[in-house]
């Protein structure tokens, strides 16, 4: 084939950058983007916390993440046509610094009012800089490495979400000394994040661009989204449904969930919640090489997806080990993300891919920030609680029956793509 699927670089930037520096830039862009994770996910191991020794009910908790998806729904199509237009390098290091600053807001202020003005100002920032990141990897890497680099780059991520999980364990002290303290080392987690991706920036503009100037888009317009194709938008709908049944459960109430309804202590379920994004570290690379191998992209989504409403089944209708439920939802957290942004690129212009993408995280922040504040407000219609664990059955059910209707969604966008081979992206 000679056309250029989307996602990869022009014929004439290829090697451009060197092999060492693309990889070292890969390397990079993980460990900020698992910084950002670890911020985000730095809520739910202090959810008991927070109502304990602060009052707060769950639709506060649930909040607390929402909020930071709200400002998304407006500013990510802004975000995605700034990179198209100035770079991922310059957006990256602008919304790393608002993470940082949000971070910060959240831990060193005890009122609620002011711990979710530090959630949106983190939520301001950090979705435009993971798309600020995948955009830098589908320019660096040449469309044979695709589907690996997004997915490695995604699985290292993930190991910032492992350690926020895993941080009752490695840092009781801490969480021994009340809510602040696990907070406060987010922080500082940010920070890292902010110097790694100081680092890859400067890397990455040092000789020129990867790509050429003939390549900069045209003024962008909002008809353009109209162009994009069916299979766009039904990859977008599952987007949302899968994310925001998957981030809204995993990263605000799972670990409540598991103390009050199976009996584990924080430090145990913090470590069950993590052994997801333990599995997604190892997973989700070796899933994204098979992706590029093979070319089934539509047919492993399906499977994917499939596998969260099942999770959901078992943990809701069943006592089985939380195991079972916690592989399925890790192996569905790890084939989902390792092929849906690698297909997404392929369905649209290089140079519209980051307002493309910009405008799915647009409507999906707008639905993980809904599944968060329905999932806290049917919590506390329902009494859900340590001595009430059936108050949970609803929050269930809601999270069953948007992951089924995201799995068939699935299956249509399996049927209009089948194996998509490199087929020309549509012009831009």
């Known amino acids: 084939m000679n056309e250029r699927?989307?996602?990869?670089?022009?014929?004439?930037?290829?090697?451009?950058?060197?092999?060492?520096?693309?990889?070292?830039?890969?390397?990079?862009?993980?460990?900020?983007?698992?910084?950002?994770?670890?911020?985000?996910?730095?809520?739910?191991?202090?959810?008991?916390?927070?109502?304990?020794?602060?009052?707060?009910?769950?639709?506060?908790?649930?909040?607390?993440?929402?909020?930071?998806?709200?400002?998304?729904?407006?500013?990510?199509?802004?975000?995605?046509?700034?990179?198209?237009?100035?770079?991922?390098?310059?957006?990256?290091?602008?919304?790393?610094?608002?993470?940082?600053?949000?971070?910060?807001?959240?831990?060193?202020?005890?009122?609620?009012?002011?711990?979710?003005?530090?959630?949106?100002?983190?939520?301001?920032?950090?979705?435009?800089?993971?798309?600020?990141?995948?955009?830098?990897?589908?320019?660096?890497?040449a469309q044979r490495h695709l589907a690996f680099a997004m997915a490695f780059s995604l699985a290292i991520g993930r190991l910032g979400s492992f350690a926020a999980d895993m941080s009752p364990t490695w840092f009781a002290g801490a969480y021994a000394d009340g809510w602040q303290a696990p907070l406060a080392i987010a922080v500082l987690v940010a920070a890292g994040s902010v110097a790694a991706t100081g680092a890859w920036c400067g890397l990455a503009r040092a000789p020129r661009p990867w790509r050429p100037a003939a390549q900069r888009p045209a003024p962008w317009a909002l008809r353009e989204l109209l162009r994009l194709g069916r299979a766009y938008w039904l990859m977008l709908a599952l987007c949302v449904l899968w994310y925001a049944v998957i981030i809204a459960f995993r990263s605000t109430f799972a670990i409540k969930y598991f103390q009050d309804t199976r009996g584990l202590d924080l430090a145990h379920a913090g470590a069950m919640n993590s052994y997801v994004f333990l599995a997604a570290l190892f997973a989700t690379p070796a899933l994204g090489w098979l992706c590029d191998r093979t070319g089934h992209a539509a047919a492993l989504l399906v499977f994917g997806a499939l596998l969260l409403p099942l999770a959901f089944a078992v943990l809701a209708l069943t006592p089985w080990n939380l195991w079972i439920a916690t592989a399925l939802i890790g192996v569905s957290f790890s084939l989902v993300p390792a092929v849906m942004w690698p297909l997404a690129s392929r369905l649209v212009a290089p140079e519209r891919f980051g307002t493309a993408l910009g405008f799915m995280w647009v409507v999906q922040n707008l639905g993980i920030a809904g599944a968060n504040v329905v999932a806290g407000a049917l919590n506390d219609r329902a009494g859900a609680g340590a001595l009430h664990p059936a108050g949970y059955q609803p929050m269930m059910a809601f999270f069953g029956a948007g992951s089924a209707l995201g799995a068939g969604l699935a299956v249509l966008l399996w049927r209009r793509v089948g194996r998509m081979q490199a087929a020309p992206p549509p012009s831009a």
Do not use: K
Not at 115 to 121: E, I, K, T
């Open 5 to 141: 699927p989307a996602g990869s670089l022009p014929a004439g930037a290829r090697g451009a950058v060197p092999d060492w520096r693309a990889w070292t830039i890969l390397l990079l862009l993980a460990a900020g983007l698992g910084g950002n994770f670890y911020v985000y996910d730095s809520i739910g191991p202090v959810a008991e916390l927070l109502q304990r020794q602060r009052g707060f009910s769950d639709t506060q908790i649930g909040l607390l993440n929402a909020i930071y998806n709200l400002p998304n729904v407006v500013l990510l199509l802004a975000g995605g046509v700034m990179i198209d237009r100035h770079g991922a390098a310059r957006v990256s290091l602008l919304t790393g610094a608002l993470c940082l600053a949000g971070a910060a807001l959240t831990a060193f202020n005890s009122g609620f009012a002011a711990m979710a003005s530090g959630r949106l100002l983190f939520g301001i920032g950090a979705e435009t800089f993971n798309l600020a990141a995948l955009a830098a990897v589908a320019q660096v890497f």
